[in-house]
């Protein structure tokens, strides 16, 4: 030990040289919002000194340009990259984020513990930080049917692994309020162990709130105004606020970041799709929204680096500074702009002009596969029947996971089965673990699908098939299309014609295939969608449909066991 902090010392002392040295460059300091001129001297994957001048066995000469510490992505579901571990990696590090804490509960709501060894394992010696949240809720509530249920004595076993930060996302924010045992024990097992807890509280507010907070759950990301973010920050809460593919809350939050408000800010995406991050950008694309909503650089850029590594304990990262991490970034061009060139992980270069600079290994991928177990489907399990032309409806509405709980006159036939017509949809969910047989079924307004039907096994979070339509024949072709390729995403047009398929072999959730062969495969499906199914222009036709049956975010929602009031947190009928 001594020996190392010598050698340490000799480094930033300046009398012997670094293993690196990036030289020339101006250090952006996250604590104090400054830029520091001067050379930046790294050994062992640390670094040791800044400022000045230093020099190293290997050395890069930055030109002015600017130098910040590598981004961190508080709140993410990997597996909603359509990708395991390594293809998320593939994506995302070249743009930046170095670090990502990872709640894998939609893998582990179809395989359980073996679900998240996976995630572990393939995510073991990759050029990226990946730290886990053990999954909270497995099922989300108990009103759902997921491929597993872990209590507080199945996660125990991991809850000590060097790479687990925590507990995850806590979703049954209502059982926490009233005390339930069963997510209490959770809640106390990570306590015990002195380690973070997720929150997942939407809306929740006044005494509620106090419940949940003094529970010892740390921070929210479900934030989607002001008033929310305060009274949680007052709570002592920490905000993720997130920017991912359905969910776009910067634009409605930014606002709020004022005083000390910053400090008690960081981001995350919760859930991104790859064509989405190789566009857009990952955390990176989160900063530079921040800027273009009024936010100062600087603070955008804290948020994205020391915030994230404070809310979670991660004292070796987040900042440039003796003794913390060598990830760094060197930018294009001005902060401003926030245009990643360079991206090095541990004082290693990783990434360089958008592209990786080293060949990732590959995962054993059989454990997360055959997940489909499903009862023969047929078209009687398909019919809806209605009690009246009234009919409660879930509706849909851009830019948000929240739906509505409507009350409208639909159309249906002499036998009073419903008839999609307009723009009011059959949904359906469909039981797919345990082959149970179990169908839920509902009627969905502001999709605009027309013409046919979409099926998907991605459905927050337990992983049924969800299928929407205005045609049976589709809607049954479209779901044995999944059940034969394993899962995934499949379109079919009126009469059961197949228009295409997205295989995710992968728990059903996700493919093998490299990022942008996914991303391109899903843009074409999404032309489809768009150009064949009329779905609206402005939704995205996949990432929306696949919360509609996540029973923790309001207000109306549907699972196989039928429609979920989540205001009122048990179901309900569709006949008012």
């Known amino acids: 030990m001594i020996d190392s902090v ?107 513990m073996a679900g998240i060894r996976w995630i572990l394992e393939a995510s073991e010696g990759l050029p990226q930080s990946i730290f886990l ?44 309020a009233a005390g339930g045992r069963v997510v209490m024990e959770k809640i106390a097992m990570t306590r015990l162990v002195s380690k973070r807890i997720d929150g997942h509280c939407p809306g929740m507010n006044g005494s509620d709130l106090a419940a949940y907070a003094v529970a010892g759950i740390e921070t929210d990301h479900e934030c989607t105004g002001i008033g929310e973010m305060s009274e949680k920050l007052r709570m002592g809460m920490r905000i993720l606020i997130r920017e991912g593919t359905a969910a776009r809350n910067i634009a409605a939050l930014i606002g709020g970041i004022g005083g000390g408000a910053e400090r008690r800010c960081a981001f995350c995406t919760d859930d991104k799709l790859p064509g989405d991050i190789l566009t857009e950008g990952h955390i990176d ?24 590594a404070e809310a979670f304990g991660l004292e070796d990262r987040g900042a440039l500074c003796p003794n913390r991490r060598a990830d760094m970034l060197v930018l294009k061009g001005e902060l401003e702009d926030f245009s990643v060139d360079m991206v090095y992980q541990g004082g290693r270069l990783v990434a360089e002009g958008g592209k990786l600079t080293l060949d990732l290994p590959q995962s054993d991928n059989r454990s997360v596969q055959d997940t489909m177990r499903i009862s023969k489907l047929n078209s009687r399990g398909l019919e809806l029947k209605l009690q009246s032309k009234r009919a409660r409806v879930i509706s849909l509405a851009g830019g948000s996971l929240i739906t509505g709980n409507l009350v409208l006159e639909v159309a249906v036939d002499e036998g009073g089965l419903f008839v999609a017509a307009s723009d009011l949809l059959k949904l359906a969910v469909v039981e797919r673990h345990k082959a149970s047989g179990r169908i839920g079924l509902g009627i969905l307004k502001g999709y605009g699908l027309s013409g046919g039907a979409i099926a998907s096994s991605i459905a927050h979070d337990s992983h049924n098939l969800i299928c929407v339509g205005d045609d049976d024949a589709a809607m049954l072709a479209a779901l044995h299309a999944l059940e034969e390729s394993g899962g995934g995403i499949s379109l079919a047009v009126t009469g059961g014609r197949i228009l295409d398929v997205l295989p995710l072999p992968l728990g059903g959730l996700m493919s093998d295939e490299e990022g942008g062969v996914i991303a391109g495969k899903l843009s074409r499906l999404t032309d489809l969608a768009h150009g064949k199914l009329g779905v609206r222009a402005e939704l995205d036709p996949f990432m929306p449909l696949s919360f509609l049956s996540l029973p923790v975010i309001p207000n109306l929602k549907l699972t196989a066991n039928g429609l979920f009031d989540v205001q009122a947190f048990d179901f309900t009928s569709i006949n008012p």
């Open 133 to 176: 949240m053990l999954p909270s809720c497995v099922p989300a509530t108990r009103f759902e049917d997921s491929g597993a249920e872990l209590t507080a004595s199945d996660l125990e076993a991991l809850i000590n692994h060097p790479r687990v930060l925590g507990l995850g996302e806590v979703m049954d924010y209502p059982m926490v």
């Open 6 to 112: 010598l050698a340490d010392v000799e480094v930033a002392s300046g009398r012997m040289p670094a293993d690196m040295a990036l030289r020339g460059g101006r250090i952006l300091d996250v604590f104090t919002g400054a830029l520091i001129p001067g050379d930046l001297a790294v050994r062992a994957g640390r670094i040791v000194g800044l400022g000045g001048e230093y020099h190293g066995l290997v050395e890069r000469d930055l030109d002015n340009r600017i130098v910040v510490p590598g981004l961190i992505d508080t709140h993410v579901h990997i597996e909603s990259s359509l990708q395991g571990p390594g293809g998320f990696v593939g994506l995302t590090l070249p743009r930046g984020t170095t670090t990502v804490i990872a709640d894998p509960h939609e893998i582990a709501n179809v395989r359980g």
């Open 285 to 308: 694309f989160n900063v530079r929204e921040a800027i273009r909503h009024g936010l100062e650089p600087v603070k955008a850029v804290r948020m994205a680096t020391l915030n994230g």
